[in-house]
């Protein structure tokens, strides 16, 4: 099933079961985030289907949830190889499905428009397949994390190119370069829905368009690990819970720009996003979410790091009393 969050004229939030062109709204002020962690977001689903069908275009979608945390991956080996130039793919993304924590404050939906991140002028989109949990957990097995999956949803890591690369030569980050917009939606289908390979994997049509021109196709299944290995990795010496969001990372073939720069295709050809572009991403099964790039808020003034000035004397180690 579809489970939406929905804005309505009167201003409030309903979350509903979308079916066909309709969408059945709950009469409880309730959220997508309260079934996953009471454990009733099927129930509720199936109750859903009682109330009387509203039209879509007559409400406006919201992000399905707010999640409370971001994991997103980078499970798509040829989306890897593009971005580093075509130089190879590193021996260390093969041992284990490496991730970052993405801003889950940063959250937008389906038909939001998303700000130009302060300072920037390379945005750039990436295509993604996000699972969301359902049954927390920790250490979990592989079979334990792709039960623990309550579905999955459209992801859009919007990315700040320029600031990216000049904050990763520090050694941390992305950090503000993927710190403005995340864009979920248009809503979450349950795991149900849909039935893995033998190995686990997904295989369901990717398609991303800038300004209504494909720029990039490919299939969910060409990622390096499945969804229940991913969660599996997340939990380890931890716990995933009801609610958060894994990213299964930029899918390749052209599933961000950055990936085609990488391979050749010219800025000039392709440039980066700016305000009025257009994206529309779509994954066989889930939907299509579009989004507008609209400007953004100028950037506070931040002076440069002082340089540590060396000629201060140093604290007497003699004069340290031990404990």
């Given at each position: 099933?579809?489970?939406?969050t929905?804005?309505?004229?009167?201003g409030?939030?309903?979350?509903?079961?979308?079916v066909?062109d309709?969408?059945?709204?709950?009469?409880?002020?309730?959220?997508?985030?309260?079934?996953?962690?009471?454990?009733?977001?099927?129930?509720?689903?199936?109750d859903?289907?009682?109330?009387?069908?509203v039209?879509?275009?007559?409400?406006?979608?919201?992000?399905?949830?707010?999640?409370?945390?971001?994991?997103?991956?980078v499970?798509?080996?040829?989306?890897?190889?593009?971005m580093?130039?075509?130089t190879?793919?590193?021996?260390?993304?093969?041992?284990a499905p490496?991730?970052?924590?993405?801003?889950?404050?940063?959250?937008?939906?389906?038909?939001?428009?998303?700000?130009?991140p302060?300072?920037?002028?390379?945005?750039?989109?990436?295509?993604?397949?996000?699972?969301?949990?359902?049954?927390?957990?920790?250490?979990?097995?592989?079979?334990?994390g792709?039960?623990?999956?309550?579905?999955?949803?459209?992801?859009?890591?919007?990315?700040?190119?320029?600031?990216?690369?000049?904050?990763?030569?520090?050694?941390?980050?992305?950090?503000?370069?993927?710190?403005?917009?995340?864009?979920?939606?248009?809503?979450?289908?349950?795991?149900?829905?849909?039935?893995?390979?033998?190995?686990?994997?997904?295989?369901?049509?990717?398609?991303a368009?800038?300004?209504?021109?494909?720029?990039?196709?490919?299939?969910?299944?060409?990622?390096?690990?499945?969804?229940?290995d991913?969660?599996?990795?997340?939990?380890?010496?931890?716990?995933?819970?009801?609610?958060?969001?894994l990213?299964?990372?930029?899918?390749?073939?052209?599933?961000c720009?950055?990936?085609?720069?990488?391979?050749?295709?010219?800025?000039?050809?392709?440039?980066?996003?700016?305000?009025?572009?257009?994206?529309?991403?779509?994954?066989?099964?889930?939907?299509?979410?579009?989004?507008?790039v609209?400007?953004?808020?100028?950037?506070?003034?931040?002076?440069?790091?002082?340089?540590?000035?060396?000629t201060?004397?140093?604290p007497?180690?003699?004069?340290?009393r031990?404990?």
């Amino acid at each position: 099933m579809r489970i939406a969050t929905a804005l309505l004229d009167d201003g409030s939030v309903r979350v509903g079961r979308v079916v066909d062109d309709a969408v059945h709204l709950l009469d409880a002020p309730t959220t997508v985030l309260d079934l996953l962690r009471d454990g009733t977001l099927l129930d509720a689903g199936r109750d859903a289907l009682s109330a009387r069908p509203v039209a879509l275009d007559s409400v406006r979608l919201l992000a399905p949830l707010q999640p409370p945390t971001v994991r997103d991956f980078v499970s798509f080996e040829e989306h890897v190889e593009g971005m580093r130039n075509l130089t190879g793919v590193p021996e260390a993304w093969y041992a284990a499905p490496a991730f970052y924590f993405s801003n889950p404050y940063a959250t937008l939906g389906p038909a939001d428009d998303v700000p130009m991140p302060p300072g920037s002028a390379v945005l750039d989109f990436e295509l993604e397949v996000a699972a969301v949990i359902g049954r927390g957990g920790r250490d979990l097995t592989p079979e334990q994390g792709t039960a623990a999956i309550a579905g999955f949803t459209i992801l859009n890591d919007w990315s700040a190119r320029d600031l990216q690369f000049a904050e990763m030569q520090v050694g941390l980050g992305p950090a503000k370069g993927k710190d403005t917009a995340t864009t979920l939606g248009p809503w979450l289908v349950t795991a149900d829905e849909f039935t893995p390979d033998s190995e686990g994997f997904l295989d369901l049509a990717l398609t991303a368009s800038v300004d209504g021109t494909v720029v990039g196709s490919d299939l969910l299944s060409n990622m390096g690990w499945p969804f229940g290995d991913l969660v599996a990795y997340a939990s380890r010496g931890t716990e995933v819970r009801p609610g958060d969001v894994l990213g299964s990372g930029t899918c390749g073939h052209g599933g961000c720009l950055g990936e085609l720069w990488g391979r050749g295709v010219s800025r000039d050809e392709l440039p980066p996003l700016r305000p009025g572009s257009v994206v529309t991403l779509e994954v066989e099964g889930i939907g299509t979410m579009t989004n507008r790039v609209v400007p953004g808020a100028e950037p506070t003034p931040i002076p440069p790091a002082r340089v540590r000035p060396r000629t201060r004397p140093r604290p007497s180690l003699s004069a340290v009393r031990p404990c």
